[in-house]
């Protein structure tokens, strides 16, 4: 008598368990991303039954529901529809001759119903309706939500439901999903001053995003380094600023990016950072930046220069620009990292303080630009979001103006105080994903509870999400998606998913999965540990 499968002559019983166990013992060693729905961010209510329905390419479609307030006219779904097709079936059809085991399908149809008006043709917003409702069962499914948004994040976790059983055929498990994040802002911030990001690798970012759920591109689009935005009427700012001319995001390629988001459902907040981080506006407009004294070589420059009409005019004509290139009604104005020692050397800037009674107080000083640059926002219809410093150095902000906390020492205490000031809060301070270390730190980021500060249950819903921040001092095309990916993650479901969804043994198991799951949607993210992809995916 032989062990079945192994070809192994008659043994001891005893030898025969210590094979086993050390055959056990070999494929433990080997963890592969099992087969099953692991489902990404968590979503609000599941229930799953055991009840397992097939499908295939050849016999599924989505459809809109007759019902339905978006129908084959709103392009925004019929491309999502198209997408989701091939996430799902695309990307096996190397393994499709196996599941001709399984001729039968159970389930043939995923109806789509928008029940409110659709919002199909508009940018999303802070308060756009992400919400949805999935019924999984055969032969037809059901996503209901109340507009788009929540279509596309329904079909997000639909495609998360599916996968091949062992002999290739698509499975999927009747299931109910009740869904809508915790927060309303989930951002990403990606750096294209420091390293010129191509815009193919901003494109394939975004489908990321969507495929972790979040709904917001922080686009720190210029800096000291180099300045790539074309603008119309300042040409002459990308000319001399950029890196090259060929290191410049043209009116085309930002329009792309706008509208390659939207399809998505993600909105893109640009980030135009003043007065400090400036150096690269410097070159190619003229008087813009602070002259330097004491000491300082000829031609050095600081701060854009607070004191000069020249200054305001030219900054009201250049926010109206933005204001009409990105639709979203916020811009990041910046305002962090201010050094006034080439203010405190320069004498028409004493002067002209001495003027105002700011005495020494160059905080003063800072407040009086940030005032009229807030005032310049707020005629062109737009809001603003500032960096913590500007809060700190007590610049009179207006209502609703949102402050993003970075400053990782005692950033709790920081959401207590703007909070208690009545500001809505975006934090990023514990999700710094440029500083990288040895092992697991997504962990780091997930265990994060954004809430947990002292105060009032008024000021905690004034914290309306969090951001995770890539720097780009070290990184650019060659390692952008393999550093944010999946360690991104980890904050994407803690801003989606309810507080109580944070055992990590679990959310290793799942994300695991997730993250082969983008491996063979094509985002290039690193692995979690030692392990195995089940289809041997390749790039």
Not at 8 to 19: C, E, H, Q
Not at 256 to 262: C, G, H, L, S
Not at 476 to 495: F, H, I, K
Request: proline share 6%.
């Amino acid at each position: 008598m032989e062990l079945r499968g192994l070809g192994l002559p008659r043994l001891p019983r005893l030898l025969v368990a210590l094979v086993a166990l050390a055959l056990l013992a070999e494929q433990g060693s080997r963890v592969s991303a099992a087969r099953g729905p692991a489902l990404w961010p968590m979503p609000l209510s599941v229930q799953m039954s055991p009840r397992l329905l097939r499908l295939s390419a050849e016999n599924f479609y989505f459809s809109h529901d007759p019902s339905s307030k978006a129908g084959p006219s709103c392009s925004l779904l019929q491309e999502a529809f198209r997408r989701y097709y091939n996430y799902i079936f695309g990307v096996y059809k190397w393994h499709h001759g196996s599941a001709k085991f399984h001729t039968e399908t159970d389930l043939q149809q995923l109806l789509v119903s928008v029940v409110l008006d659709s919002e199909c043709d508009t940018f999303p917003n802070i308060t756009s309706d992400e919400s949805y409702t999935l019924l999984v069962k055969g032969p037809v499914s059901f996503l209901k939500a109340n507009r788009v948004w929540g279509v596309l994040r329904g079909l997000e976790t639909f495609s998360q439901l599916i996968y091949q059983d062992p002999y290739g055929a698509f499975t999927i498990n009747e299931s109910t999903i009740s869904d809508s994040p915790r927060f309303p802002h989930r951002g990403i911030l990606i750096d294209t001053a420091r390293h010129y990001l191509p815009v193919k690798s901003i494109l394939k970012t975004l489908d990321a995003m969507a495929f972790n759920k979040f709904n917001v591109l922080h686009w720190h689009i210029v800096d000291d380094q180099s300045f790539p935005f074309q603008s119309i009427t300042f040409p002459e700012l990308s000319n001399k600023g950029s890196y090259s001319l060929f290191h410049v995001y043209t009116p085309n390629d930002v329009r792309m990016v706008i509208e390659y988001a939207r399809l998505r459902g993600i909105r893109v907040i640009p980030e135009f950072d003043t007065p400090g981080h400036t150096q690269s506006w410097g070159k190619g407009q003229k008087d813009l930046l602070t002259p330097c004294y004491n000491k300082q070589p000829p031609g050095t420059f600081g701060p854009i220069n607070p004191i000069l009409n020249t200054t305001y005019s030219f900054l009201s004509k250049f926010f109206k620009e933005i204001s009409m290139v990105f639709p979203d009604q916020f811009i990041h104005l910046g305002g962090d990292e201010v050094e006034f020692y080439c203010w405190e050397s320069n004498p028409d800037i004493q002067y002209f303080m001495k003027q105002k009674g700011f005495g020494g107080d160059f905080k003063k000083l800072e407040s009086f630009y940030i005032q009229k640059l807030l005032d310049i926002i707020s005629t062109i219809k737009k809001r603003s979001i500032v960096w913590q410093e500007v809060f700190d150095d007590k610049v009179k902000l207006q209502q609703g103006t949102i402050v993003q906390v970075w400053k990782q020492e005692l950033y709790a205490h920081e959401q207590n105080v703007v909070t208690a000031a009545g500001f809505p809060v975006i934090l990023s301070a514990p999700w710094y994903l440029d500083w990288i270390s040895y092992g697991q730190d997504w962990i780091k980021y997930y265990t994060v509870e954004p809430l947990d500060f002292g105060g009032s249950q008024e000021q905690k819903q004034l914290v309306i999400g969090g951001e995770a921040c890539l720097w780009g001092e070290y990184v650019d095309a060659t390692n952008l998606t393999p550093r944010l990916w999946p360690r991104a993650s980890a904050v994407g479901e803690r801003l989606w998913s309810q507080k109580e969804i944070k055992n990590v043994d679990d959310a290793y198991k799942r994300l695991t999965i997730h993250r082969c799951r983008m491996v063979r949607r094509g985002i290039a993210a690193e692995p979690l540990f030692t392990g195995y992809c089940d289809h041997g995916d390749k790039m």
